[in-house]
Every structure is written in structure tokens, then in C-alpha cells.
């Protein structure tokens, strides 16, 4: 255990004295961190930085109650901050703004909207108890504006979420009164506009209305900074290139014999390989924990919960760690190592979310994105930077640790003791 340790304390120590090494593990995030910054506005105190003021176009064709319910829902003083909406009657214009980038998204409600979702007689009418077709609510998004787009998405997702529920319900009912007796087949259409009203106007429940939580668990304001997200992404992008870098640190001193002639000393293959791998996790976790202490020296960066950040990035730096194993393992030369690496890295980096929201996303592109350690990382940095806790975290804490579990088993399989002596 005490060999383990030493090789993985002499490791980090090379690492650290490589400058080279350090530019791509602090400086390289560190600057682009700052960069984005500056493009989003962080540090200029402008307003449109995609979290607050987001401007949305809605064009109400519906003029119904599930129409203007959805229209009110963006004037509510719960998102007075969060998005500045305008109203038109013309599609077409709306479309046009977001194309000119004057605009986050537009949300167009057809004609129809609230008939396709409240039940009518004909629905139920004896014999015939088909559900009417829904008629889609269209979210044209601004492609160069993601994180607002995604952020008006989502607010029109949960609308539409709670409307669908109500639907399923209020059929439902309406269903089992009619079968039941109560009510004739007649009388459905009138029942279900009483239920779309009660769904609009209880003031009991407030059934559509979107509450945005600000507060944390202790009753604390808690504000997303854009920064929470970007931050995170980019430590996350070049933690691949530090676990690569110290795959290519194997191969190295396999070619150069350094491993073959630890062999003939009183330490076995494998706390020769444990310490190097011991190392690769350190250098890992001191880089992730330097840029989040310089981000938070440097630019006021709020991550959250203490104990959440510092678990979350041991859990990280684990589940990557297994992908730098495996990439080791799998390949001949330490240049090998070095051009796989950074793939991984650019490739990982995209898909897991560090450059675009992966709600931005195809649905087959965000699935895939769960084999990376990036997006459960960025899921976890984000929870935990709109006030979440360690609690919270269960989720991508269990998917990290699982992952560098099962590929640190494979690359043991792959890399044993006759390639850690064969010169």
C-alpha cells in the first residue's frame, strides 16, 4: 500500500513539473473559462446573457383558455426577470426575428390548442371514446442563442406537461361518469369546459402556473451564474487530457524499461500499477480543485455545496480516470495515447455538454452522451450551482463511480503483467 502510495505521489510531482502539462491542465481551461465569460456577458454586467431577461416572442392563435393560460404564464412576476416576452399575431415575422437573432425563441400557439386538449361531445359519444389528436404548440429556437432557448423549452415542456395531466385525468373522469351514469353523453362537452376552467382558475391549486425555486434546501437566495455552467464544462473537457497524459506516462516508462526494472525490485505488477493509476486520480483531482479554487478567488464563482463539489469531483476524476486507463491499455505507443486523448477530449467536450446545452441536443446524441463522465459531471455542477446538495447528487455520483469501475476492471484485462515487463 505505502509503494502504491509513493509511485502515485511521485506521479503528481512530475506532472506538476511539466510545464507544458500545466498549460493544457489549468491554464488552458482557466483562459477559456475567461473567454466565454466575456462572450456572455459575466463580466460586463449585461443584462442578455441567456439567464436573465430572455427575450421571447409568443403568437397566440389559439385565443382560448389553455392559450392565454400559456401566454400568462410568461407575464406571472415568478418569471418578471427570467424572460421578456412580446406578443404578435404573425407567425411568420416571429419566425424572422429569431432568424436575425433579435430574439432567444417564439413560441406559436396554433388555432385550436385548447379544442384538441378539452374534451367535446363528439369524443364521447356512445360507442366512441377515441382521444382527439393534440395539435403542437411550435418552439422555434434561436440555434446561436442554446442555453436561453433551452431555458424557454423547458418552461413550455413543464406547461405542457401539467396540461397533459390534466387532460389524462379530466377524460378520464369524464369517462367513468358517462360509464357509470351520471352524466349522459350530451353532457361530456360541457363537463370537460368546466374542468378546463376549474384547471385555469383554481385558486387553490394554481394548476399551470410555473414557480421558479430560488431558494436552496437552508432557505438561502441562490442565483445560477453562467459561469456555474461553463466553468465546470471546461475543467471537465481537459480533465480528459490530464488522465490521457497520464496513460501516455505508462507507455513512456514501459519503453524506456523504468517498469521492467521496478519489477526486479520487491514490487509486484500490480502496486506498480495501482500507484500509477493512484497517480493519474491525484493529478486529476488537484487539477479540478485548483481551477475551482482560482475560479472562485478569481472571478466570485459560487459552486455550491462544499462537501457536494468536493465528492463530485472525486467521483469525476474516478469514472475519467477509467477512460485514461482503458485508452492506455488499448493502445501501442505513447503517442498513441497522446492522439487518442485528445479526441476523446474534443469529442467528449461536445457531447457531454461543455460547449452547448445537451437539451440542445438530438434525443440519440444525449443518450450516447451518458458513456461520458463530462455530462453526468455537468449534470452534478449544475444541480449543485442552482442550490442543490450532496443529496442531489446520488444520481451521477453512482453513474461516475460505476463507470471508472468497470473500465479500470477492463483495462486491468488488458494491460496485466506481460505488458508491463515486455519492453
Not at 488552458?28 to 459575466?42: C, D, H, I, N, S
Not at 399575431?89 to 400557439?109: N, Y
Request: charged share 15%; aromatic share 8%.
Amino acid at each position: 500500500m505505502l509503494k502504491t502510495f509513493l509511485i502515485g505521489i511521485k506521479d503528481l510531482r512530475l506532472a506538476f513539473r511539466d510545464r507544458a502539462a500545466l498549460t493544457f491542465m489549468l491554464a488552458a481551461p482557466f483562459v477559456l473559462t475567461l473567454g466565454l465569460g466575456l462572450v456572455t456577458g459575466r463580466f460586463s454586467g449585461n443584462a442578455n446573457t441567456g439567464i436573465t431577461n430572455i427575450p421571447v416572442i409568443i403568437v397566440n392563435l389559439d385565443d382560448e383558455q389553455l392559450g392565454d393560460a400559456l401566454a400568462n404564464v410568461f407575464t406571472t412576476e415568478e418569471l418578471a426577470e427570467l424572460v421578456e416576452p412580446t406578443f404578435s399575431e404573425d407567425a411568420e415575422a416571429a419566425r424572422l426575428l429569431v432568424d436575425e437573432d433579435q430574439t432567444a425563441a417564439a413560441i406559436i400557439i396554433p388555432a385550436g390548442f385548447t379544442q384538441s386538449v378539452i374534451p367535446s361531445q363528439d369524443s364521447f359519444a356512445a360507442g366512441n371514446v377515441e382521444l382527439q389528436q393534440n395539435i403542437q404548440i411550435e418552439v422555434y429556437a434561436n440555434p446561436s442563442r442554446p442555453t436561453s432557448a433551452g431555458i424557454i423549452k423547458s418552461i413550455v415542456d413543464e406547461f405542457m406537461s401539467r396540461v397533459e395531466e390534466g387532460r389524462v385525468s379530466g377524460q378520464t373522469s369524464i369517462l367513468q361518469m358517462i360509464l357509470t351514469g351520471r352524466i349522459t353523453p350530451q353532457q361530456a362537452e360541457q363537463a370537460g369546459l368546466e374542468m378546463g376552467e376549474r384547471l385555469q382558475n383554481s385558486p387553490d391549486t394554481d394548476a399551470l402556473a410555473i414557480t421558479l425555486n430560488s431558494t436552496t434546501a437552508d432557505g438561502e437566495a441562490a442565483q445560477f451564474d453562467i459561469l456555474a455552467y461553463l466553468a465546470p464544462g471546461m475543467a471537465l473537457m481537459f480533465l480528459m487530457y490530464t488522465v490521457s497524459y497520464g496513460g501516455r506516462s505508462i507507455l513512456a516508462e514501459k519503453t524506456q524499461g523504468t517498469l521492467p526494472r521496478l519489477l526486479v525490485t520487491p514490487t509486484n505488477s500490480t502496486q506498480i500499477l495501482g500507484g500509477k493509476v493512484f497517480g493519474i486520480f491525484l493529478t486529476g483531482a488537484a487539477q479540478m480543485l485548483i481551477l475551482i479554487g482560482a475560479t472562485t478567488l478569481f472571478f466570485q464563482l459560487k459552486w455550491g455545496d462544499g462537501i457536494g463539489v468536493v465528492v463530485l469531483v472525486l467521483a469525476a476524476v474516478f469514472g475519467a480516470t477509467g477512460w485514461g486507463m482503458l485508452i492506455t491499455a488499448l493502445a501501442r505507443t505513447p503517442a498513441q495515447v497522446g492522439s487518442i486523448g485528445t479526441a476523446i477530449m474534443l469529442i467528449f467536450g461536445i457531447m457531454g455538454g461543455s460547449f452547448i446545452s445537451l437539451d440542445q441536443l438530438p434525443p440519440f446524441v444525449q443518450t450516447i452522451a451518458k458513456i461520458t463522465p463530462n455530462a453526468w459531471a455537468l449534470d452534478g455542477f449544475t444541480t449543485l450551482g442552482l442550490g442543490g446538495t450532496l443529496t442531489d447528487l446520488s444520481a451521477p455520483i453512482t453513474a461516475l463511480l460505476s463507470m471508472g469501475m468497470i473500465l479500470f476492471l477492463a483495462s486491468v484485462l488488458l494491460f496485466g503483467k506481460k505488458n508491463l515487463v515486455q519492453k
